[in-house]
């Protein structure tokens, strides 16, 4: 007769101890069994491993038994389940209370046969006299009785009888022991008692489906919170990372002791089919591999945080694409039409601003008009010869592109120079191109767009019809225009062939040598120059400038997608030993005699300029030569190639993550250590400029730091970047990262790029601008999400274990100036993070409202309409994490 196991594991009964002495061993945790099969289902309770899945509707199963007998209810008219089987040759799988303490038969009515005969009290018990969980012969005497026994009624609702060694086993792999003795609940009132070996193995190892598992849960029906492993868990962080302790058809909320009479007994048949046991083998030599994928639950995919990430995901342009049948190069051609609402004098479209030197000419429009007549199907060659841009149109537009480059960092086409009606159509295009899709008005942005693929299409054509076009220098800006506009479209198909069109350009300009210093040249203009000659020297300076600027731009332009794509850079920051672009004041001259006198005003060293390559090495020369280089677009390039070396940094510290054989943690430590270092010198060297630097530099420089801090690529796969799996995979590594002063850094300077966004100037905050905001975002969200799962049902006067979210600690503006309580913050965690709103502070504890206060950033003071596509997938994004956070 078996009572309840004492706590002392020197009370176990001689054949507890055989049975856990037994031959089998799991190789995880060193208990042994006496059969394979409770070996194999034991590890099975390490792993997860669901292997049997259903072909009706997908659902996994530990055994090929629980899984036949499921399938085969789905052929049933009750919805699949199945009416319980009447026990033959007299046994039957529950008793009455009177018949079970007489160790009598008793039938499947209520009242029993026996008791209304007699007269007697026939009283069931609330949980169900619940077979043991091993095939129907156990737990019964020789005459075919069930023999049970009731437990001691100390408590309302007895727990499992385990004994002191196996309860520290299922605590310590599932739950904190304080947890498992004053919070589990049984779902059984009854035991059998003829197998005492059932009583020492845990739930999982005795064949339970994992819902029926529920005492390593603890169940706040109030919050929609529960705990495991001592960490506190919003909905849908439970039903997404934990799936294999929740199932849809079990409501969490009902009372543990409610879900006796919802299991069917005849689940629990052992019935021992289809055994692999070369898993017994695989196991002992190899150990346990913890799965990377768990399945989820039917029912939880719309409903869980995650999935609602997972989908804003798949709308944006981060995403993968997946091509059609109906993608295709002239799937915009319809954007070439203009209505005349649009293409009329009357509208406000035509720029009264001449940015060139001169104004498109018809005879340059109908170039391009004829360029788009042989490129475009015949299907809407009718419409578009109709309405197809006018010629003010298109001067306007490209008016607008030289007017906003003039304002960037990054300037690269030289206006000053640039004659409309002396270029090819397919250069005209694309410079049109640029300026419409940048525009506010919807139909202008298509019309840019349609004609970026005619150029595209026009390029490769161009190129194998002469050779020599490969290293001119209008040919390559055409093909980085094309890049650009695709690469920052907001769409998925434009953005995956700009991104694997970059190649051919990088390629053929490193086959130019236009990498190299050698092919760069000093060109020096003298006072006594004739006005031929100082016209040709300028000439020939520009062109070269332009290389060099081009060549800048690509680097940037690789450094920005591989950033917002998350992959390596196409090429490296040690191939560019060119030097640093001139002073800006040279670049924006608008004839050769200003470019002479500026160039003779300022006193211009004739030595050796710095290239990127001199300026990693020493980053003081930008300080040194700030008079001779252009030093907000040098400091950008050097910002980037920052950016890359934490790439590296990351990339070594994921292949040396756990005990690798090749890598030192040490070296990764200390590289760490370096590149921090790093920042912060380029932070002191950046106060040494004459002028200060823009707020698109100081943004740059504040997401690098914050991507030292974290890893971008964890915290996209656990906002649902790929799926769900992926995000409980990397859900472990984001709750390590929020117990170290990493999160806390991380976050600081994401409240820094913020800031740094805000001054960006109206309509500035596109591409790779926009990204970086976004970044932050994600940032907050995944810092916010994590631990609000970890600390949020910490008694309120309890000392904190992380940053709090509580009161009585003073706020931290991530946003404003760094302050000692910034410091106490990051080193120590005390303080109340919060952000500037426009209601006010935003706290971290509330991720919905962070993402609403960073939506309103990145649209300004646009409309809806008026948002660059790129700037409205991510603010749609930001939008869908918010809303995982709120359905948390």
């Known amino acids: 007769m078996f009572h309840e196991t004492s706590s002392h594991p020197s009370t176990s009964s001689p054949h507890q101890r055989s049975v856990r002495e037994g031959y089998y061993q799991c190789s995880s945790c060193r208990k042994s069994y006496a059969r394979a099969d409770h070996l194999i289902r034991h590890v099975r309770s390490h792993t997860r491993e669901k292997p049997y899945v259903c072909q009706v509707c997908n659902k996994g199963f530990a055994r090929p038994d629980l899984m036949k007998r499921h399938a085969a209810g789905h052929g049933s008219p009750h919805g699949g389940k199945r009416k319980r089987p009447q026990p033959s040759n007299g046994r039957v799988s529950q008793a009455c209370g009177t018949c079970a303490k007489s160790k009598l038969k008793c039938d499947e009515e209520k009242p029993c046969k026996r008791c209304r005969e007699r007269g007697l009290p026939c009283d069931w018990p609330s949980g169900g006299n619940e077979p043991s969980p091993e095939s129907p012969t156990e737990g019964l005497i020789s005459d075919g009785q069930p023999r049970y026994e009731p437990l001691e009624p100390t408590q309302p609702q007895a727990s499992y009888a385990l004994s002191a060694e196996d309860s520290s086993e299922v605590s310590g792999f599932l739950h904190s022991p304080h947890d498992c003795t004053q919070n589990n609940e049984t779902l059984h009132d009854y035991i059998p008692h003829s197998r005492p070996d059932i009583v020492s193995q845990d739930p999982v190892s005795l064949g339970y489906d994992d819902a029926t598992a529920s005492p390593v849960m603890n169940q706040e029906s109030s919050s929609g919170i529960f705990s495991i492993d001592g960490a506190f868990f919003p909905d849908f962080i439970r039903d997404s990372l934990i799936p294999s302790l929740t199932r849809s058809d079990i409501d969490p909320f009902i009372a543990p002791q409610e879900y006796a009479n919802t299991i069917d007994p005849n689940s629990f048949n052992f019935d021992f089919t289809d055994m692999d046991f070369g898993l017994i083998d695989f196991f002992n030599t190899q150990g346990v591999q913890y799965p990377q994928h768990t399945d989820v639950p039917d029912g939880l995919e719309t409903d869980s945080g995650i999935a609602l990430g997972a989908e804003a995901y798949q709308r944006s342009s981060l995403s993968a694409w997946k091509p059609g049948h109906s993608d295709h190069a002239f799937v915009d051609e319809e954007g070439l039409s203009v209505p005349k609402s649009i293409d009329s004098p009357e509208t406000s479209l035509h720029s009264k601003r001449q940015v060139l030197s001169e104004r498109l000419s018809p005879g340059s429009r109908d170039l391009i008009f004829g360029l788009v007549l042989q490129t475009s199907t015949t299907g809407n060659l009718t419409r578009i010869m109709k309405s197809f841009p006018s010629t003010e149109l298109l001067d306007s537009l490209m008016q607008h592109y030289f007017e906003f480059q003039s304002h960037q960092i990054d300037s690269w086409i030289h206006g000053p120079t640039f004659q409309p009606n002396e270029q090819d159509p397919d250069m005209l295009a694309a410079v049109a191109a640029a300026g419409a899709v940048r525009s506010s008005i919807p139909t202008l942005r298509k019309l840019g767009y349609?004609?970026?693929e005619i150029a595209r299409l026009r390029m490769s054509d161009k190129y194998e019809r002469d050779n020599s076009t490969t290293r001119d220098l209008r040919a390559s800006q055409t093909f980085a225009l094309v890049i650009d506009i695709g690469m920052w479209s907001g769409d998925r198909r434009r953005t995956e062939i700009a991104e694997s069109f970059q190649q051919p350009l990088v390629t053929m300009l490193r086959r130019g040598l236009r990498f190299r210093r050698s092919i760069y040249h000093s060109i020096v203009p003298n006072p006594e120059d004739t006005e031929a000659v100082l016209d040709k020297k300028w000439r020939d300076w520009?062109?070269?400038e332009s290389f060099k600027r081009l060549v800048h731009h690509l680097y940037l332009h690789d450094s920005q997608s591989a950033m917002m794509l998350n992959v390596n850079p196409l090429f490296s920051y040690a191939e560019m030993e060119l030097p640093f672009p001139s002073l800006r004041s040279l670049w924006e001259a608008k004839s050769a005699t200003e470019w002479r006198d500026t160039y003779l005003a300022s006193g211009l060293a004739t030595e050796r300029l710095p290239s990127l390559v001199d300026a990693l090495h020493d980053m003081s020369q930008l300080a040194t030569f700030q008079a001779c280089i252009d030093l907000q677009l040098s400091a950008f390039?050097?910002?980037?190639?920052?950016?890359?070396?934490i790439n590296e940094y990351h990339r070594l510290k994921f292949i040396s993550k756990g005990n690798s054989k090749h890598w030192n943690a040490l070296v990764i430590n200390s590289r760490h250590q370096e590149l921090t270092q790093t920042l912060q010198h380029f932070r002191m060297v950046y106060h040494e400029f004459a002028s200060v630097p823009g707020p698109e530099v100081l943004l740059v420089h504040e997401m690098i730091s914050m991507f030292l801090h974290m890893s971008l690529e964890e915290l996209q796969l656990f906002a649902g970047k790929e799926d769900k799996r992926e995000a409980r995979r990397v859900y472990h590594s984001a709750l390590d990262w929020i117990n170290s002063t990493d999160s806390r850094r991380a976050i600081w300077h994401a409240g820094q790029v913020i800031r740094?966004?805000?001054?960006?100037?109206?309509?500035?905050?596109?591409?790779?601008?926009?990204?970086?905001?976004?970044?932050?975002?994600?940032a907050f969200w995944s810092y916010s999400m994590v631990f609000k799962a970890k600390d949020s049902k910490m008694p309120v006067g309890s000392p904190p274990s992380g940053a709090p979210f509580t009161g009585r600690w003073p706020r931290v503006f991530l946003d404003g100036e760094e302050t000692t309580d910034v410091q106490k913050f990051i080193s120590l965690g005390c303080g109340c993070p919060v952000l500037n709103g426009p209601q006010g502070p935003a706290t971290l504890d509330n991720p919905g409202q962070i993402m609403d206060v960073l939506q309103n950033v990145l649209r300004g003071e646009s409309s809806h309409e008026a948002l660059p596509p790129l700037v409205q997938t991510l603010c749609n994004l930001m939008?869908?994490?918010?809303?995982?956070?709120r359905s948390a």
């Open 756 to 778: 740094a966004a805000k001054a960006v100037s109206l309509g500035c905050l596109t591409g790779s601008l926009a990204v970086g905001v976004y970044y932050a975002s994600l």
């Open 450 to 452: 349609a004609l970026m």
């Open 542 to 544: 520009v062109e070269q």
């Open 879 to 885: 939008g869908g994490l918010g809303n995982a956070a």
């Open 637 to 645: 390039a050097l910002l980037h190639g920052l950016s890359a070396l």
